[in-house]
């Protein structure tokens, strides 16, 4: 348990939160979430209590989520060793079905029956709805080029549904999978897919919510977080190799999204109890913010 705070500092807190929910109501946030921030039970409940308080003052998550441990479990319970070539997954066949089994039938409606368990209301949307992909070009790994098989990459979103969701006051729950005009369903990255939702549909805010604090100059040094930076000042981040590895698409499908019209994207620590709280609703937040 956290130290236990007065009564004046608790009601602080809340006058605190008052000009971001007066700014926020209304508001649409697409919040990703993944990696293993999503492993554990009581993690996974803490952070969608904090989605259901979102929404009880009026601000319309679209939440999208990732797949993570419970995909490469299953694969190996089929007898399939999990392989991934510059951070995507190698999908075959077998695996394309194992991915569409665990994402859409458990995954996504217990993220949706949790919601709904707090009091929210929530409606799982199979990616593959809205989401249209075409398969990814062979990659290069080392000196040879692979096929990944069922991988794709989005080339266009169809929102109405989740439009309408959002209409009605339901928090759109999207799993990271993708059609192509033909019907052959692809694996995403699903923090490109949900860059380009929130670019879409103009969202206030993108939120990436995974496994590490946010933008850090040493990656091992907690204190080297960064809480603010510009677009522009991403570009040298990359360039000078700060941002590196798993964090790039991230960063760049935040640079597309703002690029699109949406006003800032965050970056927070889903392991760091109601760190989603805190960052919308503190004047420092927890995590790193990326302004326009
Ligand atoms: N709560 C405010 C917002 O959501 C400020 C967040 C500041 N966060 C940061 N990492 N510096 O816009």
């Excluded at 809340?14 to 700014?23: K, S, T």
């Amino acid at each position: 348990m956290a130290t236990p705070l007065s009564v004046t500092a608790r009601a602080e807190a809340l006058i605190e939160a008052l000009p971001y929910i007066q700014n926020f109501r209304g508001k649409l946030f697409v919040i990703k979430y993944g990696g293993s921030a999503m492993e554990d039970d009581h993690v996974i409940d803490r952070l969608l209590h904090d989605i259901v308080l979102l929404e009880a003052v009026g601000i319309n998550p679209v939440l999208i989520h990732g797949g993570g441990k419970a995909i490469s479990q299953r694969m190996r319970e089929a007898g399939q060793k999990p392989h991934f070539v510059n951070g995507l997954r190698v999908t075959d066949a077998e695996a394309i079905a194992i991915v569409e089994d665990v994402l859409d039938r458990v995954i996504n409606p217990d993220i949706t029956a949790r919601i709904i368990k707090f009091g929210g209301t929530a409606v799982g949307i199979p990616g593959k709805t809205c989401l249209v992909a075409r398969k990814l070009p062979l990659q290069d790994s080392g000196s040879t080029k692979v096929d990944l098989g069922f991988v794709g990459e989005v080339v266009d979103l169809r929102t109405q549904e989740i439009e309408d969701a959002v209409h009605r006051e339901v928090v759109p729950v999207i799993s990271p999978l993708a059609q192509d005009e033909t019907g052959v369903v692809y694996n995403i990255n699903a923090d490109i897919a949900a860059g380009s939702i929130a670019g879409r549909l103009k969202a206030a805010k993108m939120i990436y919510i995974s496994d590490v604090p946010g933008l850090m100059r040493d990656p091992d040094d907690r204190e080297s977080l960064i809480p603010s930076v510009t677009r522009a000042q991403i570009e040298k981040l990359v360039a000078d190799e700060v941002i590196t590895g798993g964090m790039i698409p991230k960063v760049e499908s935040a640079v597309h999204a703002l690029n699109e019209g949406v006003q800032k994207v965050h970056f927070i620590d889903g392991r760091t109890p109601h760190a989603l709280l805190v960052e919308v609703f503190s004047r420092k937040g927890i995590g790193t913010e990326i302004v326009a």
